[in-house]
C-alpha cells in the first residue's frame, strides 16, 4: 500500500534495503569542544553524564535484536565522546556475543581500564582517533582543551600495544594543513595503520570556521590533495575524503573508505531517537522516532522520510550530483548535509555544487548525455 509523505504525495512502500549499519551515539556530550566539529554538542560534566537519559543494557539488547532481523553487520560508535559512556564496555560485550562488527571515532583523552581490556576482548575492531596536529599546543588550541594532545597520545600508544587497529583522523584546516605529512611520519612510527583526512564540513561549528576562511579554498584544498598523493611514499595508508568524482583512477580502489552508505544506516541517538546519523541531534526533521516506543521493523519499512529517500537517491538527485558518472556509488555524498543546507534530501552535495560553479568538476566524470 502506497505510503502517505508530507503534503500528500504518495511513495510506493516496498521491502526496502537491509539495515546493516548502525551509527550509534551512546551520549550527546563531549569532553572537548573542537572548533571545527560539526554536531557540535554540549560539553561534558559529571553531573550532565549521571543526570543523562539513555539507553541501559536490556535496551540496547533489544535493539541490537531487532536489528539484526533486518540485516544489521556491524555498530558504529560515534559522539558526544562515545568513551565517555559508563555503560560501553558491557554495550560491546553485548554487540560482540552477536557477531557485529564494530568500530569507533573518539577523541581518545579517556580510556577506562575495563573498556581497554574489552576492546582486546572483542577485537579485530578499528579505532579511528581523532589527532589534528603533531604539535601539542596546536591540537590543544583547535580541540579547546589543555593537555588534549598528551592524553590522546598516551592511550594512543596502550591501544597500540594491545594489538588493537587504530587509524588517525583530523580535519583539513589552513592551520594544520602542514601538518599532514609529519601526522603520518606519527602514524608510522605509533604503528597506526591509516590516516584519514576530512574536508571540513559546513555544518554546526564547521560552518563558522569556513564563514571566517580558517578552511581551504576549493581549488587549493584540490591542489593540495593531488601534491600529498604524490609525495606521500611508504608512509601508512592515506585516505583523503573528498567525493570520488575528484579521486584519480589509481585512488578509486579505496574509495569505499570514504563512502557513506546511507540507503543501508540508521542513527541511533543517545535518548533512544532514530535518524540519519548524528543530524538528528538538531534537525528535527530527520527523527523517525524512539526505540523505546517504536519497533525497528516497521520505522525502517515503512517511515516517510526514509521512503523518500530511495525514491530520490540516487535516481532523482538533482544539479551536478545527478548529472555525476559516480552517483550510483557515492548517493550524493553527505546527504544529512543537503537535507541541513536545502531542506531536501535530492539537492547536490555542496562540495560538488561549488566545484561546478568553480569550473573545477571533472568533466570526464559526467554521465554521457
Known sequence: MPALLPGGST????????LTSIYYNPTRYCNLACSHCWLAPQRATPERLEAEDVLDAAGWTDVLDQAMALGLTGVKYTGGEPFLFPELPRFLRLAHERGLHQ???????????????????ISPLLISVSLDHVDPQVHDRLRASPGAFAATRSNLEKLIAAGLEVQLTLTLQRSNKDAIEPLGDLAARL??????????QPIGRG????????GLPLEELLDFHAALHTRWGARPTLIFDLPIAFKSSDQLQRAAQCRCNILETLGLLADGSLSLCGIGTFVEGLHFGNVRRDRLEPVWRRHPTL??????????????????LFRSFCLGGCRAEAYYREGNLHAPFWFCAEAERLGLFPKSRHRPS
Open 103 to 121: 568500530w569507533f571515532e573518539t577523541n581518545l583523552t579517556v580510556l577506562g581500564d575495563d573498556l581497554l581490556a574489552t576492546l582486546t576482548e
Open 191 to 200: 604503528g597506526a595503520t591509516s590516516l584519514k583526512v576530512n574536508i571540513l
Open 307 to 324: 521512503l523518500k529517500l530511495r525514491e530520490d537517491v540516487p535516481s532523482r538527485l538533482t544539479g551536478v550530483c545527478g548529472r555525476c
Open 11 to 18: 511513495v510506493n512502500e516496498a521491502p526496502g534495503p537491509p
Open 207 to 214: 560552518r563558522e570556521r569556513q564563514t571566517e576562511h580558517l
